[in-house]
T-cell receptor, first 113, second 114 residues
Framework: NAGVTQTPKFQVLKTGQSMTLQCAQDMNHEYMSWYRQDPGMGLRLIHYSVGAGITDQGEVPNGYNVSRSTTEDFPLRLLSAAPSQTSVYFC????????????FGAGTRLSVL | AQKVTQAQTEISVVEKEDVTLDCVYETRDTTYYLFWYKQPPSGELVFLIRRNSFDEQNEISGRYSWNFQKSTSSFNFTITASQVVDSAVYFCALSDNRDNDMRFGAGTRLTVKP
């Protein structure tokens, strides 16, 4: 009964490095999304996908790329990490869309030095 | 544009007190959905409730209750007889059918002291 699985749980990067945050769900959900959580700002939507092959930008997309080749996976790529991307990242999925109940992964804590 | 305001940054109560967390929202749409999520110290986000804009009935679930008032654009959350396990950050969120995203408030950190 895995739900939404995120890896890694923790990561430290140097400025300019690239990495991919992994997200997988086993609930056959069409909608998947990535949020970042910063102190005092709640969660802000980075990118979302309404199905395989379809992605769109959220509120704070700059510096991040996504793709959705399968229903299960929705990786988030940082091409050139910056200190401003230090945050906690959450992946979420729902059955239909952004208006549906979101099921969240455990989060990835990322530090960019 | 959608916006959610949780004016209370932190609240501290003593166990068994009742506490209300405020949530005020803004949207242009007539069809929208309101949510509350709980984030305990362990960090995960736990869904508590979803309410659509056409259902203004208050909801009660055990010690939790929610008061939705469209006239004041508010969706407040009350915990009755609070317990230490209620200590968490609580987020109110809003989503409509237009943008397919969910906007969160900044969260309210609730501390329940024994």
């Amino acid at each position: 009964n895995a739900g939404v699985t995120q890896t890694p749980k923790f990561q430290v990067l140097k400025t300019g490095q690239s990495m991919t945050l992994q997200c997988a769900q086993d609930m056959n959900h069409e909608y998947m999304s990535w949020y970042r959580q910063d102190p005092g700002m709640g969660l802000r939507l980075i990118h979302y996908s309404v199905g395989a092959g379809i992605t769109d930008q959220g509120e704070v997309p700059n510096g991040y790329n996504v793709s959705r080749s399968t229903t299960e996976d929705f990786p988030l790529r940082l091409l050139s990490a910056a200190p401003s991307q230090t945050s906690v990242y959450f992946c979420a999925s729902s059955s239909t869309g952004g208006w549906d109940i979101q099921y969240f992964g455990a989060g990835t804590r990322l530090s960019v030095l | 544009a959608q916006k959610v305001t949780q004016a209370q940054t932190e609240i501290s109560v003593v166990e068994k007190e009742d506490v209300t967390l405020d949530c005020v929202y803004e949207t242009r749409d007539t069809t929208y959905y309101l949510f509350w999520y709980k984030q305990p110290p362990s960090g995960e986000l736990v869904f508590l409730i979803r309410r659509n804009s056409f259902d203004e009935q208050n909801e009660i679930s055990g010690r939790y209750s929610w008061n939705f008032q469209k006239s004041t654009s508010s969706f407040n959350f009350t915990i009755t007889a609070s317990q230490v396990v209620d200590s968490a950050v609580y987020f109110c969120a809003l989503s409509d059918n237009r943008d397919n995203d969910m906007r969160f408030g900044a969260g309210t950190r609730l501390t329940v002291k024994p």
